[in-house]
């Protein structure tokens, strides 16, 4: 199908493109460790694929970006080979890159997150840069939307990272993260986090290998290609519709 991105195109393709390109999207990822079987580019990967397809459906007017590969990982730095921005350094590459494509005529964006932990840090970049670079800045979570899919596959009390629900998107999307041999449940431990988890009354930080001694959570045991087609496609199906009625809503 066809699409633009950014990483395949020449000057003169892109010049082209932006006849018809009314938004771009800047897919955002992170470099984390996702437990025995999943590899630590799996943010990064899953956020380019899915805003691949982001791209395809709404063709000619989207533009996909570079993804921006580091994310928010502070609670997972006690797991070896985790890197991470600080939300400062974050925002200013988002800021950077916008102002790069806003300088080619591009006034709307979309950032696409794989990682809930950037999520916080991107809230306060849509909101600040909006309105310091007088552009249109909106905010998507991958699968975030594909409430009734997740609810049919998805069976763990606490899920969310490295767990059935993600392993079985990598199926679809990216199956090369996948170490199938290292499939795992997570190893829940004991402790105050329970304490501070969104929705609680009281929240606050903690470090992943507080919650889980492997880094996951859930059971990727039970992942499959079918849930993560399920649950991809929902998820597209929403982020397009939503984006389309934006367009069409700032043309009339």
């Given amino acids: 199908m ?9 000057w ?45 459906r709404l063709y000619p007017h989207v533009l996909v970006t570079p993804s921006i ?27 950077d890159m916008v102002w790069s494509l806003k300088q080619h005529g591009i006034q709307k964006f979309l950032l696409v997150n794989s990682h809930g932990g950037n999520q916080s840090t991107l809230s306060v970049a849509c909101t600040t840069l909006t309105h310091e670079l007088g552009i249109e800045i909106y905010l998507a979570k991958t699968t975030a939307s594909a409430k009734k899919a997740i609810q049919e596959h998805v069976k763990s009390t606490l899920f969310g990272h490295s767990c059935e629900r993600e392993v079985s998107e990598a199926y679809y999307l990216a199956p090369q993260l996948i170490r199938e041999d290292q499939l795992a449940p997570g190893d829940i431990q004991e402790g105050k986090w329970k304490l501070l988890r969104p929705g609680n009354a009281v929240q606050g930080t903690y470090f992943y290998d507080e919650m889980t001694a492997n880094g996951c959570i859930g059971d990727a045991t039970k992942a499959s290609y079918d849930a993560g087609q399920a649950i991809v496609e929902e998820a597209l199906g929403n982020i397009v519709a939503a984006v389309s009625q934006l367009l069409n809503f700032n043309e009339n």
């Fill in 2 to 10: 066809a699409m633009y991105h950014l990483s395949d195109m020449t």
């Fill in 12 to 56: 003169p393709e892109v010049k082209q493109a932006l006849e018809t390109v009314k938004i771009a999207i800047i897919p955002v990822g992170a470099h984390e460790q996702h437990g025995p079987h999943l590899t630590e580019s799996c943010d990064d990967v899953l956020a380019d694929k899915f805003s691949r397809k982001l791209g395809e």
């Fill in 69 to 95: 590969s580091i994310g928010v990982s502070i609670h997972h730095i006690h797991f070896p080979g985790t890197l991470t921005f600080r939300p400062e350094t974050l925002i200013a590459v988002i800021r």
